[in-house]
């Protein structure tokens, strides 16, 4: 029996990843949870799971949390950084699910890590911040990550077995989302509501609004490249020195990549639809478009520069994204306002986990004042 703590299990992938404890209650355990805002759905994770402790955000999510658990259920409630850290290093627990949005991750991921917990990572925008310092933390521990993103999974899946020398390119797909065909003029006009329509993928909003600017493909570096795939059901390729690639298939849901990082090397059953290629019909490929969608433009820029650049893009981008969700950016001014922070920034060699959050911090302040001047 595998115990799990589950930081952000009210999303969409913290939900996804009790679905599949649900689905094979004598394999999973869970220990801890934490979430934002949204009590009512933590509560009833609550009962239906009964973990020993949980954390909120903040202490008004605690209080209406308390009213809705009955005493004899209650777990012990923590609030805040304390509280999600306190969580992903909670007593008992085997593997850690990280799945928070944003940033605001990277301190409960290290945690667990320094902790010496397995850590199933969904959240990339901390690898994107400080991927350096994960990555180094993670060898000195020698703790597994195991990669509960599509593309990333689908990576790792078809590197098994296989000699990292052997290695040419990665191939990324990414859907295009639900503008790949649009014109330039068109883009300027995207509603919140048209932006959180993805075709393929029931994401999170960050995310889904990610999907659409590109952002999140953003990071390709020396021998990454992304491909434009609209039917999501190859989820990335690894080409091999001798021509030969191998792609990982599925349908999109996350449940098939949450489940593979839970229960690797085996493989768990999973009740979903078997993928159908006849039905599907075609699968097809094109290259991105750097000027429609120049979020991937301004990735390459922030890994070419290096250092504390990609947190600066991760900050400027959380905050365009929150603020074109309220109606207070266009669509096309997230890249815009990415850029502009970007641009005002002098990177520097990574050093450590205060550094990062002090350029996340100053980062997020910046680019909150563009978002009033450009809205
Ligand atoms: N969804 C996907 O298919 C997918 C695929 C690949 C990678 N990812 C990555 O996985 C991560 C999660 O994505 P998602 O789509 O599941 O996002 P989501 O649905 O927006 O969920 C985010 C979770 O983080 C919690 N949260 C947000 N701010 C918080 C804070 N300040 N303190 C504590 N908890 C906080 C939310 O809590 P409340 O809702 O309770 O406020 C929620 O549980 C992201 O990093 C994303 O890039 C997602």
């Not at 703790?143 to 689908?154: M, N, R």
Request: proline letters at 7%.
């Amino acid at each position: 029996m595998k115990r799990l703590a589950v930081l952000g299990s009210t999303g969409s992938i913290g939900q996804s990843t009790l679905a599949v404890a649900a689905e094979h209650p004598e394999e999973f355990a869970i220990v801890s949870l934490a979430a934002g805002k949204n009590v009512p759905l933590l509560a009833e994770q609550i009962r239906q799971f009964k973990p020993a402790l949980v954390s909120v955000q903040d202490e008004a999510a605690a209080a209406q949390l308390r009213e809705l658990v009955a005493p004899d259920l209650a777990p012990e409630i923590l609030v805040g950084r304390a509280g999600a850290l306190a969580v992903a290093t909670a007593p008992g627990a085997d593997m850690v699910i990280s799945a928070m949005v944003g940033a605001v991750g990277l301190e409960p991921t290290l945690a667990a890590i320094r902790a010496g917990l397995p850590v199933g990572l969904a959240n990339k925008e901390i690898l994107v911040a400080a991927g350096p310092l994960v990555m180094s933390l993670a060898q000195e521990r020698r703790v597994p990550l195991l990669p509960v993103d599509s593309e990333h999974s689908a990576i790792f899946q078809a590197l098994h077995g296989q000699r990292r020398a052997d290695v040419r390119r990665l191939w990324l797909t990414a859907s295009g989302g639900p503008f790949r065909s649009w014109e330039a003029a068109r883009l300027a006009e995207v509603s919140p509501a048209q932006a959180l329509k993805h075709p393929n993928w029931n994401m999170g909003a960050k995310i889904t609004i990610d999907s659409a600017t590109m952002m999140n493909k953003a990071l390709p570096v020396e021998r990454i490249e992304v491909y434009i795939h609209p039917q999501s059901i190859i989820h990335s390729l690894v080409e091999f020195v001798d021509g030969s690639v191998l792609a990982q298939m599925g349908m999109p849901d996350m449940r098939l990549p949450i489940a593979y990082a839970l229960s690797y090397p085996r493989r768990l059953p999973l009740n979903s639809p078997p993928l159908d290629l006849c039905r599907i019909g075609r699968l097809t490929f094109e290259r991105p478009d750097l000027n429609r969608f120049p979020g991937l433009a301004l990735g390459y820029a922030a890994a070419k520069d290096g250092g504390t650049m990609p947190a600066v893009l991760n900050a400027a981008n959380e905050v365009a994204v929150a603020a074109f969700l309220k109606g207070r950016l266009k669509f096309l001014d997230i890249p815009r306002v990415v850029e502009q922070t970007m641009v005002a920034h002098v990177p520097q060699p990574l050093t450590d986990l205060e550094q990062v959050l002090a350029v996340n911090a100053w980062a997020r302040e910046f680019a909150e004042g563009l978002t009033f001047r450009q809205g």
